[in-house]
């Protein structure tokens, strides 16, 4: 599990340092600022989130009415930032295992 999850954090990190990718800068601001945002103009609500190993939280917003999408971390020092966004979104159930013996 920790492999994957390094992973991702470097491949986060990439998308925000990655040179000629549309954006001359990633898009940053507040916390507060951006779930406000993403909530007004997208109809965006917090889904999940999890805390990568450099000490950055990625949180993915998503609209159930409009089928939008964005992740975000959030640095350290408080700054959250877009990497990514989309649509389509659909919640996916989970479907779990029974532990131990099935008789």
Known sequence: MEKPLFALSLGLAGL????GTGHT???CAAHQTVA?????QFGEAKRSMGLASNATVMELYAS????TWTMTITLPDG???LVAA???????????????DPA
């Open 16 to 19: 925000l340092i990655a040179p």
């Open 25 to 27: 800068q990633p898009q």
């Open 79 to 81: 700054m959250t930032c």
């Open 36 to 40: 406000d945002q993403l909530a007004t």
């Open 64 to 67: 159930s009415d409009t089928g």
């Open 86 to 100: 989309g649509d389509n979104f659909e919640t996916v159930p989970v479907q779990l295992r029974a532990k131990g």
